[in-house]
């Protein structure tokens, strides 16, 4: 049974994880680029840690943003080369490379977990099965159809 993909399915990732991502990403660059101007005091211990990486270990933060965003340029490659998998084309397929360039696992988790091949009506699933597309409006017929199935449903329970 072919079922149909849809070619513009994005899904946005989780509010509180992408401001995590977008938090962390933000700190680190700025620990690397302008440590000067990183408000240490209001971060608490994560500010602490960033003051201490920034001044003390600035080849580590170094190496730890470029890592990071090696990580996120690749997860976005895959996304677009995964999208494109699954059936999805045009702006929603740029879409999750955007996001996945941005928010990384955090956007592509929502694309792995996507399944273009399974559908959410079984019923359509099943009038598929018997011949019917859902965009057949002829409903007459398909009724005609289901009183014969339910007369000779009706037949081989009166021979039984």
Not at 43 to 70: C, H, N, T
């Amino acid at each position: 049974m072919a079922l149909k993909r849809d070619p513009g399915y994005f899904k946005l990732p989780n509010m509180f994880v992408m401001f995590l991502i977008a938090f962390g990403m933000t700190l680190t660059a700025m620990c690397v680029y302008a440590p000067g101007k990183i408000p240490y005091h209001y971060l608490g211990f994560l500010g602490d840690l960033a003051k201490y990486l920034a001044y003390q270990r600035p080849r580590l933060i170094e190496a730890i943003w470029y890592m990071a965003v090696s990580i996120h340029v690749s997860e976005a490659i895959y996304a677009f080369y995964l999208a494109g998998q699954k059936g999805i084309t045009g702006q929603a397929r740029i879409l999750w490379f955007i996001f996945t360039l941005g928010f990384g696992i955090g956007s592509l988790i929502n694309l792995l977990k996507y399944d273009p091949d399974s559908s959410a009506d079984p019923v359509g699933e099943l009038l598929y099965e018997f011949g019917y597309d859902k965009e057949d409006d002829d409903l007459t017929s398909m009724s005609k159809d289901v009183s014969a199935i339910e007369v000779n449903k009706s037949d081989a329970e009166q021979h039984a």
